[in-house]
Structures are given as C-alpha cells and as structure tokens.
C-alpha cells in the first residue's frame, strides 16, 4: 500500500514530516501535526544502526509499506544526517531494508545536485548512494575538493576507511573543474586519509588536449604541509654532462624532526648525495644538519687534465634556550671549495671566498654577563684559517660604586656620586695557519707539505711548523677594560647666565696579557740575510690608558617669516667639542718597544706585541649640527579672524652638520679632515643628499700633501677632496595605493631586475625566478629616479662619477603587468643594466617575460607554470634553464 503524507507548514515557513519507526518488518508512517523534524531508528535485530537517522523535505514524502519492499522518497530540498554523515538532494530514496539511501537531482539543473559531506569530505555528482550501516558510497559524475586541488570523475566508490576508489578522474588546481586550463588525467585513482593520490598512467591534458607529458603512473600530495613522500628531480648539462639530481625522499619522522635524503648522477661519472636533517621545539631546541660527500669527475681519461676529485661538507646550525637567562647557539660551515662550487646551487656559496663557522653560549645576569664562543674562519681559495678555541668575555655592567644609598628621593647627586665605573674583561686562544707558497716547500723538498689543511696543522705541531715555517701554533691574550665616566650637567655659565651644557669626562685603562713577545733582528753582514723575527715566550702586560671631555648644548633661533602658507623660521643649532689625550706608548720609557739597526745605520722601533699606541695624541674635535624648520598651516589650522589654531604641519627644510679635528701634538698638519653633510626634501617629493670631504693643506705638483693650509676665500673649507650628490624621487598614478585585487609573483623568470647590485641578487635570479613579494595590481603605474654625481681629488687627478637610474612599472590591463629598469652613466658614455619584464596572470598560471637587451648579461628568460605550490617545479616551462653554470662556465677548481 502507498500513503502520502501531506506536508504542514511551521512557523519558519518550512515543511516538517512524519516519523517513521521500523519493528519486525513493519513500517507504520504517521504525521506528525505539532511539526517536529522526522526520525528513523532502528527496531531490535541483528542489523540494528546505532543513531538514529533524522530526515527532513521541503515538498512531500512518499512511503512504501509492503513485505517485499520498505522504501520512502523525499522530495524537494531533501536531507538525511546519520552521525557525521549530511545528505542533501532534490529527491532522496530511502531503502529501510538495506539501510540504504539514494539520492537523485533534477536533469540539467546544476542548483539541486546531490552533495554528502562525510567526516571533511565533500561530494557533488548527478547520482548518489550511501549504505548507512556499512558507510560506504557511490558517486555518479563527481566533484570534490582537496586543500587547494579539485577532482572531477565519473565514478567515485567510498569505503568505510575514507579510501576513495575513482574512476577516470581528472585533477586540476582549476576552480573551473567542469573545463580546467590543465589537468591531470588517469582511468584509475586512489586516494588514501586524503594525503595521497595514487594513480594509474597519467597524462597532462591543456584544455581537453593531450599533451606528450605521460608518466607509466603517479602519486600527487593531496594536503598541505609535511609528510613522507619522493622528491622531484631536476635535470641539466653542465660541465661534468647530463645530469639529474635532487631526486630522493622525504621522511616526516615526527612533529618535530624530519630527514630529507637526496642525491645526483651525472653521464661522466660524477655523483653527489646530501643528507638533511631538521629538528624544532617551540620555546626549546631548533636547528638543522647537513652532510653532504660529492665525487666528480672532469674530462675523460686520456685527457692531460683528468682528474677526480673527493670533496665533502658539514654544515650544523642550532638554537637553544637553557634557560630565560642563557642560551646555546651554532653556526657550523665546514666545506670545501669543490664541494660549493660543484654541488651547491646556492650562487652565494659558489662565489663565497670565505667560510665561518661560530659555536656561542651566553649567560646573562642581573648586572654581568658571560659569553663563550668558538670561531673559525677560511679562505676558500688559498686555505688560510683563523681560529678561537675560544674566546670567553665577561662584562660588568656600569655602576656608580660612591652613590649613597641613604639618598632622599629628588636630591641631587654630588660630583662624586656621579662617577660610573665598568669593567670588561676578553681571553681568547687564537690559531692562525697561513701556508707557504708551494714554490717555497718544494724547494725546501718538502713536498707533501704542500696538501697539509688548516685541519692537519690544527692537530699537529710537526704538520703545523712544515706547512707554514713558524713554531708559534696558539697565540694566547687576555684583555682588561675599565671605562670610568662622570655625566654631568652645568645650568649656568659665567657671563652667559642659563645656558646648559652637558659635559662628559672619561677615563679609559685597557691592559692586555701575552705569553709571548716578539723579537726583530738583521741576519748576515749590512742585513744581507733580511729581518728575522722570533718569539720569545714570558709574560708581558701591555697597559695603557687615555682621558677625555666632550660638552654639548643645545639652543634655538625662530624667525618670524611669512611665506605663502609657511609660518615662522626655527634654526636648532647642536654644536659638540670634545678634546682626548693619550700618551706616547713607543715611547722607551714605558718598555713596549725594541730597536734595530738597518743597513743604513738607522735605528728602527717596533713594538714586541701587538696594540701598543703610537704617537702623542692631544686632539679636540669640534662638530656642528643645524636643523631648520618651518610650520606649514592649512585650511583647518586657521580662522578668518584669529589665525592659526591649531598645531600646524612642522616642516623639515634642511639638516646640515660640518665635523673636524685638530691634534695639538702633531709635528705637522695637525687638522683632520673636514666634514660636510646635508640632506634636505623639495617639493615633497625630491630627495637631496650632499656629502663633502675637504683638507685643510694643499699638495704639490706631483700629489703629495705638504704642510700648507689650502684656506681661501674662495674655498673657506680647505681643499675639496671629494663630494657626491644624490637626488632621488617617486611618482606614482593617483589611484595607487589600494589593495591589491590580485596577488601576483615578481616576475623575474630566470633574471634579477637590478643588475647594479647584479652579483648580490644572483641566487634571487638563479634559483627564485618567480620568487619575491606580490606585485600591486591596483597601481596603473609608478616612476622611480635617483641621480648620483660624485667627484673625487686625491691628488692631482680628477675622478668623476654621473649615473642616473630609473625603474617603472605599469599596468596594461588587471592581468598585464610591464616593469623595468635601465640607467645610464654619463662618464662612460654608455648605458648601464636595462632589464624589461612583462608578466601576465591567469587563472591557473602565471607567466613572465624578461629580457636584457645588451650589456655583459644581454639575455631573455621565459617562464611559465602553474599557481599550484604542489605542482609549480613539476608543471613548469623556463628558458634558459636557470642553471649557474650555463652563464659563468666550470665553477670547480
């Protein structure tokens, strides 16, 4: 028999239904009148559900009860919730007796698809059925999302597990699913805890075209963020041949740690392998590891200049907080030169020409600190090292040791109590290896010298004296430091009455410890063996100290001028003089030098250890600094009766300062050199800075500085010996400075735009050529100039400089984007770096045009790939290649 239940209206204009209860095979449908959502449970029985299953429809239901068949239809707006299982479709089919239920939308009406969310799954298909008891299901013509992927297929079957079964799926980064720009197609899918799509034989499709790009089958990451997985490889020529490289795997080994494994092969028999691994605890230990062994092979066996190399790296960097008050910090780089040359793809470790490595733990407390590091540094070239093993500093903060602590609160301190006292104190055991030239060991006939490191030398004496002629292996030195100051302010000054000036006199003490101290002499007859220096050991302390005093005021000049909107003139004048004395310490006196004679019968000084001061210094310095200042009143700043009020605009019109010295105890030419900056806006959009250096004595015909002062009325500041000026401005449209309405990469596409600064951004060029900030869409264009001239006088000579750079951008259109950047050097006559970019948004890619129309880097790069991060490196087209090689030849030495 067949009933139909007709719908009642509730209050929110929504229809409510019957309540359906299942008991030894009989379905009984009643209405429910007080509007009540419906509900099916489940009688006693084997194949009992365990939550009841709740329905509702907008239009009608439908209820089948008969022996052979219990079934209910939904209609209009229908849904069914069982657990966290949702159905929501046009018309539903409930099947009481296999616990199943069917849902069906309208033909050609997109609006009333089927849609179940299980769990955070969503799918949309033409046709949908869903077993309540087993939580298995089947979708007709398919839609889902994963993260930011999309999934169209003609079947999908779910099974309990969450594994999705999918048949002749198509995926895509597209929102447009139904017609992507790209896709990923396979007859057979398989996706697991929606972390990973397996496939069978996979192909890329453009549109609905096939496309060459076909892989025998495929695992695509379906989450964001870290899991087990390949690692794609990357391919090329180089010198060592084809290669392909970067190929390995990644292991997520737990929140915190993970292992990135990965290697390269190359056809003529090179190799390389690199080990990774990362490790991170909030608020406690970070850092990473990396190992890395490479073998490479350069030219072929019959060759002249065959060889095969071994080189390897060690690089540690970590990050410790003991504690709220101490801290473990290292920063390791131990690599050979063949390895950062050949296996790096880093452009800063290709051109590095020094390494340096530091390990540091600090300790701070209430008034001291305690620091102890170890360091290392290496010239990549000739193998040089420098080393502290270690370097410990201890530092007391200062103190003022004669303040009263019985002093009433808002008294004035005494000139005693002013007195601040610190103290620092830094040993450090220091290694330098330096190895001699390889003429000089193999003429010493010792030529297996010749391939001892700063490693060997480090471990042994032997080694260390063979490679670089010296038996001094570690130089040992402690050092002491005590500054001693008393800040004072004086309010009144004889003649002047209240006038502040803030004086500041200070004493400095150093002293400094060696175990060692040097001695210089001639060998043979007149010095005809050269000078020999040795070290002699013996405690020897180096103690030497200085004083001085700086006073500095402050004071105002206002100008009551009135300039269109301009109102008043103030000129902040900030002079500062200062004088410092130190005593000769060459002086013989004070025992820090020794004397020879040459071979002309000269007495010769030098010092027996390091830092001794040499030369009375009595010098004052004197600098003068000026500000002037304007105030711009606008419309809301005045009235037609009382002027101004309220706080007008305060206008910077120019900053400019002039320093310089003299020294009292100078034989001769005791100025120093005269200073002179200034910087200033107009117009409020031009940018002016000028710098000058001049020289208080003239030079002679042939460039030298003799002692005669070059002060003229034609050059009040002596002789002009260099000066730059730079004018820098922006313009930009009007409608700048809205939010973007689209995100868009920095199209460099395989070059930097900045060629000026081309070799500290190459690794930006090489390695991110889509990398960078998003450029502003909403901006339809923007200007930037800047204009350097400068001009420098050693001598005689005449060094000028004149550059002027301009860099722009504008939009076509919302998607086109047009940005460069060229300048232009007047001296050389020629212009300097011209990059041209043009890039261009779509939906699903992103694609860039950049070309250097001449210069030394006259080239184009083109690049093209998708938006996707999972799938950019793999779904890309570049050329050139951006590859090191390709542009600066064989990197291995």
Known sequence: MIGRARPRPDRTGGLRRTTIVRAAGLVTALLLLSGAPALAQEGSGPARLEEPVRFTARDSLVVVLRDSAESARLYGGSGVTYRDSRLRAWTIDLRFDRDEVRALGIANDTTGRPTIVQGGETFTGTELSFNLRTERGRVVAARTAIEDGFIRADVVKAAADSTLYIRNGVYTTCPCVDDPSYSLRAETMKIVGRKWIYTGPIQLFLYNIPTPLWLPFGFLPATEGRRSGPLAPTYGEDEFGFYLRDFGWYFALSDYVDLQLQGGVWTRGSLEARALSRY???????????????????????????????????????????????????????????????????????????????????????????????????????????????????????????????????????????????????????????????????????????????????????????????????????????????????????????????????????????????????VGTDGAGGLESRSVPGFTALRQFSASIAASTVFYGLFPLRVGPYRSLRHTVRPNLGFSWRPDFFDERWGYTRTYRDAGGKDVVYPIVQGVGRGLQQAVTFALANTFETKRATASDTTATAGPTATPQVVKL????????????????????????????????????????????????????????????????????????????????????????????????????????????????????????????????????????????????????AIVNAGFDFSLTPRWKVSGRTGYDFELREPSMTNITVARDFDCWQMALNWIPFGAYQSYGFDLHVKSGKLRDLLRIRQPKSDVRDRFGSMLR
């Open 280 to 522: 991170r605890k909030r608020y406690g230990v970070s850092g990473q590891v990396q190992l890395g062994y490479g073998r490479f092979r350069t030219g072929e066996r019959t060759d002249p200049d065959f060889s095969v190399r071994t080189t390897g790296s060690l690089r540690w960097n970590h990050a410790q907080p003991l504690s709220p008050s101490a801290s473990f910090d290292a920063d390791v780089n131990l690599s050979g030169s063949g390895y950062l040359r050949a296996v790096s793809q880093n452009y800063d470790d290709r051109t590095r020409q020094t390494l340096q490595s530091s390990i540091r733990y600090s300790k701070r407390w209430t008034s001291s600190s305690l620091t102890v590091n170890a360091s290392q540094r290496q010239v990549v070239e000739t193998g040089a090292a420098s080393l502290t093993l270690p370097t410990v500093s201890f530092t007391r903060n200062s103190f003022k040791p004669f303040q009263r602590r019985d002093r009433a609160p808002g008294s004035r301190e005494s000139l005693v109590e002013k007195v601040t006292l610190g103290y620092s104190f830094t040993a450090d055991n220091r290694f330098d290896f330096t190895r001699l030239s390889d003429d000089a060991l193999l003429a010493a006939g010792d030529t297996a010298a010749t391939t001892l490191s700063w490693i060997d030398a480090l471990l042994s004496q032997d080694d260390y004296e063979r490679a670089t002629g010296n038996d001094e292996r570690f130089a040992v030195r402690a050092s002491h430091r005590v500054p001693v100051s008393a800040p004072l302010s004086i309010e009144r000054l004889p003649l002047v009455g209240a006038f502040r000036v803030n004086v500041s006199p200070s004493l400095s003490y150093t002293e400094d410890w060696f175990v060692r101290s040097e001695r210089q002499a001639l």
């Open 654 to 801: 120019l900053d400019f300062s002039l320093a310089t010295s003299y020294n009292f105890a100078a034989d001769s030419m005791g100025f120093g050199s005269i200073n002179v900056n200034g910087r200033t806006r107009l117009f409020g959009r031009l940018d002016v800075d000028f710098r000058s250096t001049h020289s208080a004595y003239r030079v002679s015909d042939s460039g030298r500085t003799v002692d005669r002062l070059a002060f003229s009325p034609s050059s009040p500041l002596g002789r002009l010996t260099s000066a730059s000026l730079t004018v820098r401005t922006a313009l930009r449209s009007s409608s700048g400075g809205g939010t973007a309405s689209r995100p868009f990469e920095t199209p460099n596409a395989g070059f930097t735009s900045d060629r000026l600064s081309a070799m500290d951004a190459m690794e930006t060029t090489l390695r991110q050529p889509f990398g960078g900030d998003p450029v502003d869409f909403s901006v339809p264009w923007s200007l930037t100039l800047d204009l350097t001239y400068g001009i420098t006088r050693p001598g005689v000579t005449t060094v000028r400089r």
